[in-house]
């Protein structure tokens, strides 16, 4: 008797979580190519930034410096309101451009920051090496600094985009029908609020799981030699 | 009186000129010959401290000059500002001709004559052993990759590593990665080497080993400044020694003469130390 109301119980929870995994299963897309594209650019406005944090020239340097101070001290759900409300307005931007901007911008100033520690962290017994080889800043940067510090800021970046993914998810808050979004949309119809958030919580920690043992792999694979222990 | 206080009453920072000891042929007048490297008045400051003040010297074309000197003498900063990787404040720094000035070819145009040995190696630790000595042939010499590394491994050989080429640089030994990196500057063909105290981070027992090439360089008629603290290197490949501290050359002579009969009573303090 006991057993068969356990039984009773459990299917029909299997079947409710069944349902919230149909019905937001068409989001999930959404939140992933929210976040490649937002992730992408904010890499190569990182680059910049970091790149310019490093420069010789006294204004371009502080100009770099007031960009991620500000991006960073400002949270992500204001800058999302400033960009999709604010900026939103006058320059007609649809939800998925602005939260791609939002994050994108926001990101950027983190990465810039850890893209010009990685450049930092390289001796400078490196640049001389290189410089009085004959070799140019630039040529000493492409072939001698970036691909080490890449091997400094990979951990640290993959970091990054794993917070991005799950911080895709305040871009709910305009409206975009990504993932978080379409679960306040099944818990506003059926109002089952723990087994709802159970499965968005879930779907986003099979998605950061697996990037976390993607990017281990691609760590070992791409791993630049001479460094660690010899082989 | 003051001939019999010697040395001690004369000012600090006079250098002293040597008399040709007569049978001796190596020409001390040296204006006939063509100076390969020459500085006047050479000063840099690094904000209080004065690193080089007022340096001025000559080095002939397939000489090989030592530069010793108490640390934080501004032996190392007087190399760097030879090739350009430090900027000097005031003076005239001419290489085999070229006036090293404030704009970036003169640089690298000089850069491309003189090569340097630092005392950290500073080999690429992401390239293998025949990707360090390519690289700049290929970026900055422009040669094919069949080029860059048939002649990197005449080089390799020449140092005796032919068998690490494929080794990467923290797979070598101490000797073995400055050997490398003495290869990597050869292989741009300079003029000139800079050896910034290139044993002085090494294990004593593989000294030897990179002083040996140093030496084969020197019988090759390269022309080399070095700054060491290795004076038996000195007494045997030298033709010249400059005896620096705080940022001047107090004395400079030839080998013997510096090592045997030092004038300057710092130099004399220095050497008691060094030859101990």
Known sequence: MFLHQTFNWISFQLHILKNILIFLAPAIPMTIKLTLVAFALALLLGLLVGLARLSQNGLIKALSKIYVDVLRGIPLLVQIFFIYFGLGKVLNLDRFVAGVIAIAVCYSAYLAEIIRAGIQAIHKGQYQAALSLGMTPYQTMRYVILPQSLRIIVPPVANEFIASLKDSSLVSIIGLRELTRAGREYYSQYFVDFQTWLVVGIIYLIMTLSLSRLVAYLEKKYRVHGYGIPH | ?276
Not at chain 2, 4 to 28: A, E, H, Q, Y
Not at chain 2, 157 to 174: A, D, I, R, Y
């Open chain 2, 1 to 276: 009186m003051i001939a019999k206080c010697g040395n001690f009453l004369l000012p600090r920072d006079v250098i002293i000129p040597r008399s040709s000891s007569g049978d001796d042929n190596i020409p001390l007048e040296r204006g006939h010959a063509f100076m390969i490297i020459q500085t006047r008045e050479i000063s840099k400051r690094f904000g209080e401290i004065i690193a080089l003040d007022g340096v001025n010297f000559e080095v002939e074309a397939g000489e090989v000059v030592v530069i010793i000197g108490p640390s934080g003498s501004g032996k190392s900063t007087l190399l760097r500002c030879l090739n350009g990787l430090e900027k000097t404040d005031s003076g005239e720094i001419i290489i085999d001709g070229i006036k090293l000035d404030k704009d970036k070819k003169s640089i690298h145009k000089v850069r491309e004559e003189l090569g340097m040995v630092f005392q950290e190696f500073n080999l690429f630790p992401h390239l293998s052993v025949l990707g360090n000595l390519c690289l700049a042939q290929e970026t900055v010499r422009k040669r094919s990759k069949p080029d860059a590394e048939k002649i990197s491994l005449e080089l390799l050989k020449k140092v005796g590593l032919l068998e690490k080429k494929e080794s990467f640089p923290n797979q070598l030994s101490g000797g073995q990665q400055q050997r490398v990196a003495i290869a990597r500057a050869l292989a741009m063909n300079p003029r000139i080497m800079l050896f910034d105290e290139p044993t002085s981070a090494l294990d004593p027992e593989m000294i030897g080993e990179v002083l040996e090439v140093m030496k084969n360089l020197a019988k090759e008629g390269m022309t080399m400044l070095v700054v060491t603290h290795e004076i038996g290197f000195a007494r045997e490949v030298a033709k010249r020694i400059i005896f620096m501290d705080q940022g001047k050359i107090i004395e400079e002579g030839r080998t013997e003469d510096i090592l045997n009969s030092p004038q300057n009573p710092r130099t004399i303090a220095f050497l008691s130390k060094v030859l101990k």
